[in-house]
């Protein structure tokens, strides 16, 4: 692996929220585009460090050898009775697309999510013109369990989003392939 995660710092407020401005990544994930100060920004990245949330988790994203935050990824709707949780999404920089780190957060957030979080199933949407993430999921063992029509009002109109699902069975048979 060329990334790890770590925690994430009050100085990432300017990083991640110089992320919103990317045009071209906002249309591609999930939610709605939001306008947030960097006051704000660093509000809920405070939020996120001293909350401790049992229902979510976000972790920043560095390549080897750097500390510096390239992007992000979480880990929503903790569900620690039914071992259920879903893998909400990954922002990365522009400047590090392409390089194949997206396959390798959804790796590495499955090892996480089922090794260390003891989860029995996992969930991931993916808007429907989405062909790359939905590629991906299905490569790293996620299975399309349907088509949420008009689920998320985006871009100007209504989307469609795959919606997907792994369970501890399948990452595991995938684990081993990949070895």
Known sequence: MNIFFRAFEL?????????RDNEVMESKIGGNKRFVSLARER???????YGDSKEQIYLAICENGSKDIIGYSSISDIDHFNKSCS???IKLDVEFSKKGYGIQVIIMMLRYVFEELGMERCTSICLENHVVMAKILER??????????HS??????FQ?????????ADYFERKKKLQ
Request: hydrophobic residues 50%; glycine residues 10%.
């Open 87 to 89: 893998l909400s999404g």
């Open 152 to 157: 998320l009002f985006k871009n100007g109109a």
């Open 11 to 19: 100085e990432d407020a300017e990083f991640i929220n110089a992320l």
């Open 43 to 49: 509000k809920w990245i405070e939020d996120i460090i």
């Open 140 to 149: 790293v063992g996620f299975h399309t369990e349907g088509l949420l029509r």
């Open 160 to 168: 469609n989003q795959y919606l997907f699902s792994i369970i501890k």
